[in-house]
């Protein structure tokens, strides 16, 4: 019987965490989430289980309030690299959750990188 697509993309996303988790101990975690409407992001570390910091579409001071298009999740990630840097954050990896590293999701690490966070 085949998979629902919601099954099939939580299937990829716990694939993708796992693998990051062994390769990756003790490091920060960059985790994207994209909606149809926003697209956001938080730095995550995973050994005390806490958010060090955020950023969304959702936020007036982006100025990209429900937007979800290239452009928007540049500025997020160029956001959540300042973010990164004021909280003493250099390194992280960057979690993609099930979904494809291409279009926004690219964007976004890609703006993250040019904002000196090393991915």
């Known amino acids: 019987m085949a998979n629902s697509k919601r099954q099939l993309f939580l299937k990829r996303r716990m694939r993708v965490r796992n693998k990051l988790r062994s390769v ?19 730095l995550i570390d995973d050994v005390n289980g806490v958010t060090v910091a955020s950023a969304s579409t959702l936020e007036k001071a982006l100025g990209v309030v429900g937007k979800n298009n290239v452009e928007a999740a540049t500025k997020v990630g160029a956001a959540i690299a300042e973010r990164a840097k004021k909280a003493g954050v250099e390194v992280a990896y960057f979690d993609r959750g099930g979904f494809l590293f291409h279009g926004k999701v690219k964007a976004l690490a890609e703006a993250a990188r040019e904002g000196g966070l090393k991915i």
Do not use: D, T
């Open 24 to 42: 990756n101990s003790g490091k920060m975690r960059l985790s994207v989430h994209r909606s149809n409407k926003n697209i956001s992001c938080q």
